[in-house]
T-cell receptor, first 112, second 113 residues
Framework: SQQGEEDPQALSIQEGENATMNCSYK?????LQWYRQNSGRGLVHLIL?????REKHSGRLRVTLDTSKKSSSLLITASRAADTASYFC????????????FGAGTQVVVTP | NAGVTQTPKFRVLKTGQSMTLLCAQD?????MYWYRQDPGMGLRLIHY???????AKGEVPDGYNVSRLKKQNFLLGLESAAPSQTSVYFC????????????FGPGTRLTVT
C-alpha cells in the first residue's frame, strides 16, 4: 500500500514559473523526503524534513510539512527546463530502519 | 566514486527462469535496499539489509530472495520468474536508517515473458 499520494499527477509549466506539488500521507511519520527522477534514471534525493520542522529551503526548493493535516508541499521557484522530471515524496514511519514508502509521483514538464 | 551501480541494466527472462541482480556501493554504507517500480506507482520496498550478513523483508518480498555477504554488495534473486515480476528494479544505500538520504542506482529493467 502507498503511504504518500502526490497531487497533481502531472504538471506542465513554462520556464520561469513556479511549480507546486503536494503530498498527503496516512500515518504518523518521523520524516518526509522528496526525490527527483529524470526519465530512465534512478532517484536523486532533494530534501528531507523532519516531523518537528514546518519549513525547509534548499536553493530554489521550498518544502513545507503540516503534520496535523498529514501533508507536505514542494515548491520549485523560477523553474528551468532541466527541472523536467518526476517528483516523489517518501515517508519514513520511524522504525529506524529507513524503510521508505513512496507516492506515485508528480510528473513535471517545464517548457522553454 | 561510482556511487551505487547495478548489473545488468536490461534483461529479458522467460517464465520460470532464474536470475540474480547485483547491486554494489562504494560509499561504505551500512544499509541497502531493493525496490521495484511499476508504471503509475511509486517505488515499493522488496527487501532491505541493515548490515553485512543481515536481510529483512519489505513490503513486497514474495518471489524474491536476497543476500548480503559483503558490505558493499546486495544481491536480489528471482528463483522462478513470473510475468508479474516485470518491472524496473532499483537498489539504494544509505549511511544508516532513519533520517538519512538514500542513494539510488540507475535501475535494471526486467521483462518476463
Amino acid at each position: 500500500s502507498q503511504q504518500g499520494e502526490e497531487d497533481p499527477q502531472a504538471l506542465s509549466i513554462q520556464e520561469g514559473e513556479n511549480a507546486t506539488m503536494n503530498c498527503s500521507y496516512k500515518t504518523s511519520i518521523n520524516n518526509l523526503q522528496w526525490y527527483r527522477q529524470n526519465s530512465g534514471r534512478g532517484l536523486v534525493h532533494l530534501i528531507l524534513i523532519r516531523s518537528n520542522e514546518r519549513e525547509k529551503h534548499s536553493g530554489r526548493l521550498r518544502v513545507t510539512l503540516d503534520t496535523s493535516k498529514k501533508s507536505s508541499s514542494l515548491l520549485i521557484t523560477a523553474s528551468r527546463a532541466a527541472d523536467t522530471a518526476s517528483y516523489f515524496c517518501a515517508t519514513d514511519a520511524g522504525d529506524s530502519w529507513g524503510k521508505l514508502q513512496f507516492g506515485a509521483g508528480t510528473q513535471v514538464v517545464v517548457t522553454p | 566514486n561510482a556511487g551505487v551501480t547495478q548489473t545488468p541494466k536490461f534483461r529479458v527472462l522467460k517464465t520460470g527462469q532464474s536470475m540474480t541482480l547485483l547491486c554494489a556501493q562504494d560509499m561504505n554504507h551500512e544499509y541497502m535496499y531493493w525496490y521495484r517500480q511499476d508504471p503509475g506507482m511509486g517505488l515499493r520496498l522488496i527487501h532491505y539489509s541493515v548490515g553485512e550478513g543481515t536481510t529483512a523483508k519489505g513490503e513486497v518480498p514474495d518471489g524474491y530472495n536476497v543476500s548480503r555477504l559483503k558490505k558493499q554488495n546486495f544481491l536480489l534473486g528471482l528463483e522462478s520468474a513470473a510475468p508479474s515480476q516485470t518491472s524496473v528494479y532499483f537498489c539504494a544505500s544509505s549511511y544508516a536508517g532513519g533520517a538519512y538520504e538514500q542513494y539510488f542506482g540507475p535501475g535494471t529493467r526486467l521483462t518476463v515473458t
